[in-house]
């Protein structure tokens, strides 16, 4: 090979490795950001949150814990994800969040066709919060 084809070649190879290295710290970047979405995801419905009801404030293992179900809500197959929040359900019965956590099941029940779940987790929610006078809570 003569000198110019060698330059040349080494040139292209410096040019692709360059742009493979800026395309892997981007993905890099990219993929640091992910578990601060996941992390900080705060309801199964978009444009809803879940809040807590009460005159007092859940536990921060609670709060955890609800965070953690919303997590691996968020990033699995649905509805099958939705086991970690039916768990949350089971583990903190007397949970602040419980009515807002069965509300917004119902509607993702009912939006992937399961319509007597949809209704267990709406009656749920009502009962928890049918005789509440004022506030958030107030349906």
Known sequence: MNAKLQRAMKTNLK??????????????????????CYVNAQS????????????????????LALHDAL????????PESL????????????????PSVE????????DSG????ALQHWEAAWAATKDIQGGPGNM
Do not use: H, M
Not at 71 to 78: D, F, K, L, N, S
């Open 15 to 36: 040019q692709r490795t360059l742009s493979l290295q800026n395309i892997v710290r981007s993905l890099a970047c990219l993929l640091c950001l992910l578990p601060v």
């Open 44 to 63: 199964l419905v978009p444009g809803e949150r879940l809040v807590w009801l009460g005159t007092s404030a859940p536990s921060d293992q609670e709060t």
């Open 71 to 78: 997590r691996q809500a968020v990033t699995g197959r649905w």
């Open 83 to 98: 086991v970690s929040l039916e768990q949350f359900i089971t583990n903190y019965p007397s949970s602040a969040y419980l």
């Open 103 to 110: 509300s917004q099941l119902g509607k993702v029940y009912l």
């Open 114 to 117: 399961r319509d007597t779940l």
